[in-house]
């Protein structure tokens, strides 16, 4: 993954980014930056499920619409969901229509529900995957060790669209691991975010 320099406001950016308004948003102000909350991690470890086989282009231009169709992944009110809600969700030209994801979506906010229960939130459980300090770049990867282990560990606790590929996503995603291009002008932000970041404990 090269960085690319070819933005209107002269910034090197990641080479995945497009010079769209919207794509240069995410990357510069959400991919890469920690995040602790819990609701919000459910809900990108749920798009990133949706992303497998699809662009990340495609889930970002249909974010509002699956945060509409899944209650704002709100693991609790997720988890109620039963046949009627799968098959308006399938109705939803908004969103991937896509069966299985959408029942892994629900089954995943039960699993959530127990881990909270069991570890005092998502956060705690998931942070503790995070490379150590001093760890070999995965820059350009697809998967690493840690997300290897997540992975095996969410599928062991009934987790399902967790594969290796799709829990490194997200830990790029939510600042697990900094893999902004060390030519990415947010590279040193995202760093000094880790830095300052509190885990979940």
């Not at 090269?2 to 308004?21: E, I, L, M």
């Not at 990340?56 to 039963?82: C, D, M, Q, S, Y």
């Not at 070999?136 to 282990?149: H, N």
């Not at 594969?163 to 590279?187: E, I």
Request: positive net charge; charged residues 25%.
């Amino acid at each position: 993954m090269n960085a690319n320099s070819a933005f209107p406001d002269g910034r090197a950016r990641c080479g995945w980014v497009d010079t769209s308004a919207d794509y240069m948003a995410y990357h510069d102000t959400e991919w890469g930056r920690p995040e602790g909350d819990d609701r919000a991690l459910f809900e990108q470890l749920c798009l990133e499920g949706f992303q497998s086989g699809l662009s990340w282009r495609t889930i970002l231009n249909k974010r509002e619409a699956f945060r509409r169709g899944f209650a704002n992944f709100e693991p609790a009110k997720v988890a109620r969901f039963g046949e009627k809600q799968v098959l308006a969700l399938l109705a939803d030209a908004g969103i991937v229509r896509h069966r299985g994801k959408i029942e892994a979506v629900i089954n995943n906010a039960q699993r959530a529900l127990e881990m909270i229960e069991r570890e005092g939130s998502l956060g705690a459980y998931l942070w503790r995957f995070e490379a150590p300090a001093g760890a070999p770049s995965t820059l350009g990867a697809s998967t690493s060790e840690q997300s290897d282990a997540l992975s095996k560990a969410l599928k062991k606790l009934g987790w399902k669209f967790v594969g290796p590929t799709t829990v490194y996503a997200f830990m790029q995603s939510v600042g697990m691991v900094n893999d902004h291009h060390p030519d990415c002008y947010c590279h040193s932000l995202s760093e000094r975010a880790r830095k300052a970041f509190k885990r979940p404990a």
